[in-house]
Every structure is written in C-alpha cells, then in structure tokens.
C-alpha cells in the first residue's frame, strides 16, 4: 500500500453530503489523529466563496452534524486552518488552473478527489483535471452514486473516468460498505467455524435483507422521481450486502480476492423476465398515513402530481450456482416503512429428521433462525430450540435466544460514521470496500432485467399506506412460498 494522500480535493462541496457526512468525518479522522501530517482540504463548488467564508460554513455544519461529545472548539479551529475553497464550474479551464495552484508542490505526497457532484459532472470534472496537470499515478478519484441509471448509462460514466484514471485509481462509493455491521458480516462469516459449514443450499431454507426507512422523499423530489427504490436502494446498498452474504470465501482480505467473490455471485443472479416480474417483483408507493404516530403526507402529494416512481420494492433473487441452488433471497426496502430497520434474516431448514414429532414424545420443534440487526441496533441473534423444563413425559421445545448486542459488547468504543472507514482507506489507497466496475456492471445487468419487466409487463407501483410494510402483494410473494416476513 502507497502512503497516504496529503492532499484530499473535495467537489461538491457545499453540498448536503459534504455537510452531514464528509466534514464531520474528516473533522473526526483529525481529532483522532488519523490524517496524515500538513494535510490540505480543496473544498470546492459553483459558487464564489472566501476561505474563511467557507470555513464559517463548515463549523456550522459539524456543530449540527457532529455528535454532540465530539465537538471541540480548538480541534475545530485547527480543522478549518486545514481546509482552502476554490470555486470550480465544470468546463471553466482558468478556474481549474487556479485550483491546481492551489496544489502545487504537494502532488508527489498524492491527491485524493472526491466527487460528490451530480454524475454528469463526473467526465468534465476529470477532463479539467487532467488539462490541469492534476492527475498523476499518485492521484485517485472517489464518485458517489448513481453511476448511471443503467447499463448503458453507468458505462459511459465509467468509460468517462475510466479514460483518465486506471481502474486502481477509481474508488466508487457504496457507503454501505463502510458501515461497521456490514464488514461484521465478513467476520461473521469468516472469522467462525461454525457457521461457513452450514452456509448454503443444504442447511438454508431461505435468505431475507430488509432495509426499511421511516422518511419520505425529504426534499429529493427531483432526484428521486423516475429513480425509484430499485435503482436508489437495491442496485447498490442491498445487494452489496446480498454479494457478501452469498459469495465464496476470498482467499483473503484483499480488495482484488474479495472483490473477484462479490462479482461472481453478483453474476449469478438469475435474470428477471416479463413473466417472472409478476411473481418475483412487487412495486408500491406510498400514500397518505401515519409513521411514528406523526400523519404523513403521500408520495404524489408531495411530489405535487401523480407518478409512476415505486417507493417501495420487494423481490424474490436467485441465485444460479451450486452453493445457493433452490434457496430464494427475499429482499425487500421501502421508504415510509413503520420502521428503520435493516436486518438479514437466514432462515435454516428444519432438523433431518424429528425425534421429538411423533408418537407424542415432543413438541414445539422450530428451524433455526440465524437474524443479524444492521441497525439501527446491532446485534447478533441466533434462535435455537430449548427443552422446556419441566417434568412432562413429553419434551416440549421452546425457541430460546442466543444473543450477541454488538453495542453492549463493544461498549467503550466509538461507533464511526461510515465515511470516516471510506475516507481513510480512500486516502490510504486501500479498494477493499468501494465497488469495482465488473460489480456495478453485474448489478445493472440484474436491475436492466427487472426494470425491463416492469415495462413489459405494464407493472406500475400498488398503493400502500405509510406506516405499513409496503402493499399487501408483498405479503403474498413470500406467503406463497409457505414463509413470512421477519418482523
Ligand atoms: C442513500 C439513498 O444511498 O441511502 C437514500 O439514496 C437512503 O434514499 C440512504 O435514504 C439510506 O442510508 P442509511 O445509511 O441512512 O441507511
């Protein structure tokens, strides 16, 4: 691994992204010591600013954004010191030329570029760049989704930055990656004897991933409509962590072994037809209802017109390979949902054969349930059977829990923000944790199919109350297979 870049360039920096996640975390790199001596932040956006007008800015955001034990004045001070703004218009040369003054004499310490722009952005920005001098084999460049809006579209965006950055210079964000209890999931799988045995089609009935989210459109209306929950959500977030729940073990923890595995199950997902939407796939939208106690508007009252855009999605995957054959991965996500909750859920298959069932000498045998809370609690829950004490003739089984808080095991130790993970290893030159272009292209593939369902099909998004866990269809697309929903 390289040293770690001394300079990180920001664009889109007066952005909501750039507020809430990105300065905090690299307020709270600083504060722990993490960054790399004289480090320099280019912030950088449309409009004319002062540096110390943009640093104003930035205080007011980490003292909204940051958690409330984490602010210090002096850290803050010595933080601002560290960050230059620059305006910078795609396609305006003399402004790229004053930006790499801005970083002249510091690119052979390495640049890391940050894109939180619109995509379309991405190409021009790297364009300027490149006519600036800035980019160099010690220079890397970080984009934020959507890359593209499918196959088609996310090439381009991809063959944009590909003509300027090699593939080891190009780190795409899923900040999903970053979250603690994600890259758990690879300790759990891995770092444990005892479940990788168990892992696949013999002992697992099915597999559930559920991202629920209490919020509504929240101001996004124009990104939003015409992306939908399928593109927004499953296309990257969920089956990122669907690639890490199915793929083989990496031969190690490296960003080219692991990534190899996530794209080979990535590619295993059985395409979606005109024919399999309709069983496999239910859209929903919300509407009027209430979340938390609080009435809430509905998705095309807030959009102010009707709309074909789904706000919920539900799916049932499969997987075509020898580990997972016949084991459906029910997944599902939508906003407006009763709950934040993010879980996985692996259903095992009952024991081979009962001692317990006949003849009256037990009851009560349940298959085991393994459920991994991503958040917003973190935990652990294996539910195994149990006898019931007592002196009856017959043994009768209770369900018991095996219980692992991560929070109460972890107790003393701060829970990161996932940019602060990202950041850091962006810096540090580190792909373990942003996605390859072979992953996103895999993943489009998968959703090309299932939106080109949908428009064959006619299938536009069921109505569903907010407050509720999308429409009744969703329901019936796992009941049908004799499952249910973990709730
Ligand atoms: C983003 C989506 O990528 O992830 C949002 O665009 C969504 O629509 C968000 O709300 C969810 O992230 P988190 O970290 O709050 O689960």
Excluded: C
Excluded at 263 to 291: D, I, N
Excluded at 384 to 409: F, H, Y
């Amino acid at each position: 691994m390289t040293e770690s870049s001394a300079t990180f360039l920001l664009f889109g920096a007066t952005g909501d992204l750039a507020r809430r996640m990105i300065f905090p975390s690299l307020y709270n790199l600083l504060a722990d010591g993490l960054l790399p001596d004289d480090f320099l932040i280019v912030a950088s956006a449309r409009s004319p600013m002062s540096d110390e007008g943009f640093r104003a800015d930035v205080d007011a955001a980490l003292r909204q954004f940051l958690a409330s034990d984490r602010y210090d004045a002096e850290t803050a001070a010595t933080f601002g010191q560290m960050i230059v703004y620059q305006p910078v218009e795609a396609g305006k040369a003399d402004q790229f030329t004053a930006l790499a003054e801005r970083i002249d004499g510091r690119l052979e310490r390495g640049l890391s570029v940050y894109l939180s722009t619109p995509p379309s952005l991405f190409a021009p920005t790297a364009q300027g760049l490149a006519e600036a001098g800035l980019i160099t084999p010690l220079t890397r460049i970080a984009m934020e989704k959507p890359i593209g809006k499918d196959l088609a579209s996310s090439k381009e965006v991809n063959d944009g930055i590909g003509a300027m950055f090699a593939e080891e210079q190009i780190f795409r964000v899923d900040h999903y990656l970053g979250k603690e209890t994600v890259q758990n999931l690879l300790a759990l799988r891995f770092g444990n004897v005892m479940f990788e045995p168990l892992w696949n089609a013999t002992a697992i009935d099915h597999v559930q991933i559920t991202v629920g989210e209490t919020v509504g459109l929240e101001g996004r209306v124009s990104y939003y409509d015409g992306v939908g929950a399928l593109r927004d959500m499953v296309q990257n977030h969920m089956l990122q962590i669907l690639s890490i729940i199915a793929m083989e073990p990496p031969a190690r923890m490296d960003p080219t072994a692991v990534r190899d595995e996530k794209v080979k199950a990535l590619r295993s997902l059985r395409p979606m037809t005109a024919e399999t939407v309709k069983t496999h796939s239910v859209r929903g939208q919300y509407t009027p209802g209430a979340v938390g106690g609080q009435i809430v508007t509905g998705y095309a009252d807030e959009l102010g017109q009707p709309s074909d855009t789904e706000t919920f999605v539900a799916l049932k995957a499969h997987i075509d390979n020898w580990r997972w054959q016949g084991v459906p991965f029910y997944l599902r996500t939508g906003k407006r949902m009763p709950a934040r909750q993010s879980e996985i859920m692996i259903q095992f298959k009952p024991v081979r054969h009962s001692i317990f069932g006949r003849d009256g000498h037990g009851t009560g045998l349940e298959p085991n349930t393994l459920i991994i809370r991503l958040q917003p609690e973190e935990y652990i829950r294996l539910l195994i059977m149990s006898k019931r004490p007592g002196l009856e003739r017959q043994v009768l089984l209770d369900e018991v829990t095996l219980d692992v808080s991560l929070t109460a095991a972890f107790a003393g130790q701060r829970r990161r923000i996932a940019y602060e993970r990202l950041i850091l290893d962006l810096l540090a030159g580190d792909q373990t944790l942003f996605v390859r272009r072979d992953e996103v292209e895999a993943q489009w593939a998968w959703i090309d199919s299932i939106i080109g369902g949908w428009k064959d099909a006619n299938m536009k998004p069921a109505a569903y109350s907010s407050g509720n866990w999308g429409p009744s269809s969703a329901i019936a697309l796992i009941e049908r297979d004799g499952a249910s929903w973990h709730e």
